[in-house]
């Protein structure tokens, strides 16, 4: 089952941008392209 192009679940957490942990939503991104790259081991 393909989910391109479906509208992703709401969620929130935290990011690091410009050198500061910042919370971030998806709403912070409506009307907007948006790519989540994460990578879940990079800190640990």
């Known amino acids: 089952m393909s ?3 479906r509208p992703a ?3 929130s957490g ?3 941008k410009h050198g500061e942990i ?3 939503s ?3 991104f409506k009307g907007q392209w948006l790519v989540l790259f ?3 081991l990079d800190f640990t």
Do not use: M, Q
């Open 38 to 40: 994460f990578y879940p």
């Open 3 to 5: 989910i391109i192009g």
């Open 9 to 11: 679940p709401h969620f």
């Open 14 to 16: 935290e990011a690091a």
């Open 22 to 24: 910042v919370k971030l």
């Open 26 to 28: 998806l709403e912070d």
